[in-house]
């Protein structure tokens, strides 16, 4: 295995593991709320945060990625920095001044003072943001792992003490806003890059690549928030709240693609800047078999045991969102492989085309949600994200393929293949016999992991060699 393979498995080992931890505690504590204040204060908080992710794409517009690819280029880092840092800031100002001004549009938020601990969230978050464009842009992309892990874990913490007390959404803000104070306390020590004077020429360049890297976040923000906000608009706040749930669930799907995201950005953009587009097809082969690894057998699991999980872990009030959950399951099978061509075209500087795709897939996403929510509820809601991952994928896949040789492992896409169909044979006729409850429903996903997982690895050998050599990785490079 080459340095580049290694430091590529490396660091998608470290923010894997780091998504599991991350996730595995934010499913117990999700388990919590949903039985301690139910769907309704989850679906003021799932509001809350789709009002903080749209307005966080204001504070940013595209900088974040930008900084990070201009200073992967290697000139003039600090200025580049620098430059982010005081753009950012200036941003988050012009945002807070424009809520405060029209204050009165922002209804329940206005009336309850969370649009207060809103403005302070994202000034909070502009300057995690900033630090963590450091920490990835020189490299370290296992600090940005751990410290990932650090910060969600204390915000979780927080949260589940300050709900047990009776403080409910603000219980789960003040959570968000300690685990981003923890994130900035930690990554500012490690910061590589000093501030330095920067001129005119550094801003445009920044602009130049970030105004697409901007509208390309827009839409996956979007792809995250719109059916939240339509639903409010057409259902009770309670479905937003098992709606949210089902979407945060569902996030097991993305563990692999998400790391292999967080890690590639950076060496691609290197790698592309070096003129290595070898390694690049290479990644990009690898990381779409990898990144269906965990979200195919989701899929059939989901559709076998899905409304099992979610009556058993989060309460019966949830169970009415089984049939949405196995959509978005799917949704989520086809984002795992857009998120990896959305990247690769950001990465390799066609932000302008990841940028259509995305943006044609959100259209159809918000048209569809309008139609469906309404007649169908959440199961609408749970298509229009389906079909939005897929118009979306189809078209980044086309022009990816203009950008570099796009080349699909078959052999280990049908050993998922296999290996999913021989765990659904053997816990689909047990599902049907066994006296459900929830231990019963977690020894079944329990046993249906094993059965995959030890299928994989004895039929494909490219994926148990990977397994074994991640076990004597020299973590510390």
């Known amino acids: 295995m080459s340095e580049k393979e290694l430091e590529v498995q490396r660091h998608g080992t470290m923010y894997l593991i780091s998504s599991i931890g991350i996730t595995l505690v934010g499913f117990l504590a999700t388990m919590f709320y949903a039985h301690w204040i139910g769907p309704g204060v989850l679906g003021q908080y799932f509001l809350f945060l789709s009002c903080f992710a749209i307005a966080s794409l204001f504070t940013d517009l595209g900088i974040g990625y930008a900084a990070t690819y201009r200073i992967c280029e290697g000139k003039d880092p600090d200025e580049f920095f620098s430059a982010s840092i005081v753009l950012r800031v200036s941003l988050w100002l012009i945002v807070a001044?424009?809520?405060?001004?029209?204050?009165?549009?922002?209804?329940?938020?206005?009336?309850?003072?969370?649009?207060?601990?809103?403005?302070?969230?994202?000034?909070?978050?502009?300057?995690?943001?900033?630090?963590?464009?450091?920490?990835?842009?020189?490299?370290?992309?296992?600090?940005?792992?751990?410290?990932?892990?650090?910060?969600?874990?204390?915000?979780?913490?927080?949260?589940?003490?300050?709900?047990?007390?009776?403080?409910?959404?603000?219980?789960?803000?003040?959570?968000?806003?300690?685990?981003?104070?923890?994130?900035?306390?930690?990554?500012?020590?490690?910061?590589?890059?000093?501030?330095?004077?920067?001129?005119?020429?550094?801003?445009?360049?920044?602009?130049?690549?970030?105004?697409?890297?901007?509208?390309?976040?827009?839409?996956?923000?979007?792809?995250?928030?719109?059916?939240?906000?339509?639903?409010?608009?057409?259902?009770?706040?309670?479905?937003?709240?098992?709606?949210?749930?089902?979407?945060?669930?569902?996030?097991?799907?993305?563990?692999?693609?998400?790391?292999?995201?967080?890690?590639?950005?950076?060496k691609v953009s290197r790698w592309r800047s070096a003129g290595d587009w070898d390694a690049i097809t290479i990644a990009l082969s690898r990381a779409t078999s990898y990144s269906l690894i965990l979200a195919i057998p989701m899929l059939i699991g989901g559709a076998i045991l899905g409304g099992h999980l979610l009556y058993y872990v989060y309460g019966a009030s949830f169970a009415i969102g089984a049939t949405a959950l196995v959509i978005i399951i799917g949704a989520r099978v086809v984002q795992s492989v857009l998120l990896l061509y959305s990247n690769f075209l950001m990465a390799t500087d066609h932000v302008k085309h990841q940028f259509f795709g995305l943006f044609t897939g959100v259209i159809v996403n918000i048209l569809l949600a309008c139609i469906l929510i309404p007649v169908w509820g959440l199961p609408g809601a749970a298509v229009a994200s389906l079909s939005n991952a897929m118009v979306s994928a189809i078209i980044c896949r086309h022009y990816l393929r203009k950008v570099i040789l796009i080349q699909i492992e078959m052999k280990t896409i049908r050993d998922i293949l296999i290996s999913t169909g021989i765990m659904a044979i053997i816990i689909l006729p047990v599902d049907l016999f066994l006296n459900q409850s929830l231990l019963a429903t977690a020894a079944m996903v329990g046993l249906g992991a094993i059965i995959y997982l030890a299928v994989l690895f004895i039929i494909n050998s490219q994926i148990r060699e990977d397994v074994l050599k991640t076990v004597k990785i020299r973590w510390i490079s």
């Not at 001004?101 to 000034?123: E, P, R």
């Not at 927080?158 to 994130?183: C, D, N, P, R, S």
Request: hydrophobic residues 55%.
């Open 97 to 266: 001044v424009v809520m405060l001004v029209f204050h009165n549009y922002f209804g329940t938020l206005d009336q309850t003072g969370l649009l207060w601990i809103l403005i302070a969230v994202l000034g909070i978050s502009t300057l995690v943001s900033s630090c963590g464009t450091a920490i990835g842009a020189s490299n370290r992309l296992g600090l940005a792992a751990s410290v990932s892990l650090i910060q969600n874990i204390t915000q979780i913490v927080i949260q589940v003490i300050a709900v047990f007390l009776g403080f409910k959404v603000y219980g789960l803000i003040g959570g968000l806003f300690a685990g981003l104070l923890t994130e900035i306390v930690i990554e500012i020590k490690y910061i590589d890059y000093q501030l330095k004077k920067f001129h005119w020429s550094h801003v445009k360049s920044i602009f130049s690549f970030s105004s697409w890297a901007f509208l390309s976040t827009f839409c996956t923000t979007l792809f995250d928030n719109t059916n939240p906000l339509i639903i409010a608009y057409f259902m009770p706040i309670s479905d937003v709240g098992v709606f949210g749930v089902c979407w945060t669930f569902t996030v097991f799907a993305l563990f692999v693609s998400t790391a292999l995201c967080n890690t590639l950005f950076v």
